[in-house]
């Protein structure tokens, strides 16, 4: 047993019936509480959807899940776990002015003032999809913030399979016969607090459509159940795979970032095309250290530091 494990007991039982079947008297004895307090857990886990059985082993666990216990399990760490709020990252940054620590990590099921990157707005189908705030604190230089949003943006990638539109948004595959880019499946936000020469903490925000099916016409949006429908995603487990990935890319950081930049260039679907940015149009060339895209126009070649990427078809 951890004893600096802060989880909920339910999170904890979950985590040991990973190994296979266990009684409530041995779960008992190994966390030091009573037979009831296991099976309140178990219970508890049941309510949130978590797939419980008892079998002739004992307690077996079969995955699922989506509520405080479960994800705290999935995430190792206690996730603050909300039904509905206004916004994930709204709620975060007001915890970390009051002290969070690094790794907090706030998901909501329902958000009904989503925000998204530019002043948009984030909407999200009520349990369908993800919507989650992780607390960081790198020692990074406030100048390397925009980083963390591409090494967010390849962790993505490297869990779901799907391609990063510069900066971090997550896409689809173009349909079949089709040029450029699929419609968009998850988005990024992150919102910093920072000093001159120092940043205090960075609150990032993931948008990520899992099984939704209705959009508002206006967005060119799909989920990704639809874009790998080869793949069962269970949102629960998805979560937990998210988090550890994006916490290692963007400390990665630290000490490697042309690694984390040699990895998000392989997961571009951007480089290599011919890109509008702005005022800027041109062949998407390469991606600078401190995380610019660079385009080779008409006038040479200019480094692009913010902005949408639409794709331009050659005539
Ligand atoms: C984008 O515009 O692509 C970024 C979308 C980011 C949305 C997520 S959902 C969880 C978190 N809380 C928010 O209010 N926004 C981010």
Known sequence: MDPFDERPLGAKVAGAL?????????????????????????QSLRTEGVDLRSESGGYALYGGGFGALSLSWRCNRPV???????????DLFQMAMDGAEA?????????????????RSWVSEEGKNLSFSLLLQPSLPPEQAPLLCLAAALAIHEVTGLGIKWPNDILAPAAPGQEGFGPKV??????LHA????????????????????????ILATSLSEA????????GALLG???????????????????????????????????????????????????????????????????????????
Request: proline content about 3%; glycine content about 12%; aromatic content about 4%.
């Open 18 to 42: 990973e190994a296979g079947p266990l009684s409530g008297q041995v779960l008992a004895e190994h966390f030091g509480v009573s037979r009831q307090a296991v099976w309140k857990a178990v």
């Open 80 to 90: 603050i776990f909300k039904a509905e709020t206004g916004s994930t990252n709204r």
């Open 103 to 119: 790794g907090t990590l706030v998901v909501a099921e329902r958000q009904v003032a989503g925000k998204g990157r530019l002043g």
């Open 186 to 191: 998850a988005g990024i936000l992150a919102e």
């Open 195 to 218: 000093e001159v020469g120092h940043l205090h903490f960075v609150v990032l925000g993931v948008g990520l459509n899992v099984h939704a099916q209705d959009f508002p016409e206006e």
């Open 228 to 235: 790998v429908p080869e793949k069962t995603w269970d949102r």
């Open 241 to 315: 795979e998210l988090v550890d990935r994006i916490e290692s890319r963007c400390y990665q950081l630290q000490s490697d970032p042309a690694g984390v930049l040699r990895a998000w260039r392989a997961g571009s679907v951007t480089l290599g095309r011919r890109v509008r940015v702005g005022a800027h149009t041109g062949l998407a060339v390469d991606l600078r250290e401190d995380g610019a895209l660079v385009l080779e126009t008409a006038s040479g070649r200019v480094p692009v530091l913010a902005g949408d990427v639409e794709m331009v078809t050659q005539r």
